[in-house]
């Protein structure tokens, strides 16, 4: 007599199996093959110029981040040992500061692929203007534009544009060739003397600026009434004479030589008298 399993069990087997199944096939499309690449080219900034930074790979898949990396005189880079099928983005950085983060992009998933992205204009930052050290960074990411920059005889001028009552907050950076900022104005207004100790107190004051000396970099804040010019002059500041000092004539001395030689023959004179004086005195004893 032929025995037939209960159809329970013959269920719980076939799900079971197709379970056990999908979690194979599950896990062997779940691994991820780095035999690809990345490039891109081309990347400028505000002015069009070649951005040669420094940047950093993120791996928003793996949670991941790789860098940085230096970008060479064509604004180009590639990098291998890429996954097949990953989300990735790239950050931008100056000195220090971020000045750029793309859009996440996702490779291929085929194998061995150059994946080309790109190319990216980083909008809110102008390096080496005017063929300078100075460069410029406009922090805030939505509602502020660039309208100009230029940079001469020490002096930077940069013009953003935001609505009536909005902040902007601004980056200066220079390079080692130049002083710390001795002029600071926002529109129009000398502000010099509203400097915060830190970034972060930057509320203290309407309009104010922060000196970041180690690495060189000049925050500003300022308030719109639509458009605002930032001005930071890097000139040495010259010295004048305190006004309480009196304008003295100058006085020369001048070492005469005839008097000391005019002692010395009348000690001469005086030495041959005395000389004398005792040799007649005693001749005239004997």
């Not at 199944?21 to 990347?43: K, Q, R």
């Not at 983060?101 to 190319?119: A, K």
């Not at 950076?173 to 900022?181: C, E, N, R, S």
């Not at 915060?196 to 690495?215: F, I, M, R, T």
Request: charged share 10%; net charge negative.
């Amino acid at each position: 007599m032929k025995q037939y399993l209960p159809i329970s069990l013959l269920l719980v087997l076939t799900l079971s199996i197709a379970f056990t199944g999908a979690f194979f096939i599950a896990s062997v499309s779940a691994e991820i093959i780095y035999d690809s690449s990345i490039v891109f080219n081309n990347t400028k900034d505000a002015n069009g110029n070649f951005f040669l930074g420094s940047f950093y790979l993120i791996n928003v898949t793996g949670a991941t981040e790789h860098g940085p990396y230096t970008l060479n005189s064509t604004g180009g880079y590639s990098l291998s040992g890429i996954g097949n099928g990953t989300t990735y983005r790239l950050k931008f950085y100056w000195q220090g500061t971020e000045v750029h983060q793309t859009e996440d992009f996702t490779t291929s998933t085929n194998p061995e692929t150059v994946n080309i992205v790109g190319p990216y204009t980083l909008s809110r930052f102008v390096g080496a203007i005017d063929g300078s050290s100075v460069s410029f960074f406009i922090m805030n990411a939505t509602g502020v534009s660039l309208i100009s920059v230029e940079y001469s005889d020490k002096v930077l001028r940069a013009t953003v544009n935001a609505s009536s009552g909005a902040i902007s907050v601004v980056k200066v950076f220079h390079g080692a060739d130049l002083v710390p900022p001795t002029k600071v104005f926002i529109g129009g207004e000398d502000v010099t003397a509203y400097s915060v100790a830190e970034e972060a107190e930057l509320g203290k004051y309407p309009q104010c600026w922060y000196y970041d000396s180690a690495n060189r970099v000049v925050v500003l804040k300022g308030i719109h009434s639509s458009s605002l010019t930032y001005e930071v002059q890097f000139k040495p500041a010259a010295w004048t004479p305190p006004p309480w000092l009196p304008n003295l004539p100058q006085t020369i001395t001048i070492f005469n030589t005839a008097i000391p030689i005019l002692l010395l023959a009348l000690l001469v004179l005086a030495v041959i008298v005395i000389v004398g004086g005792a040799f007649i005195l005693v001749s005239a004893r004997h």
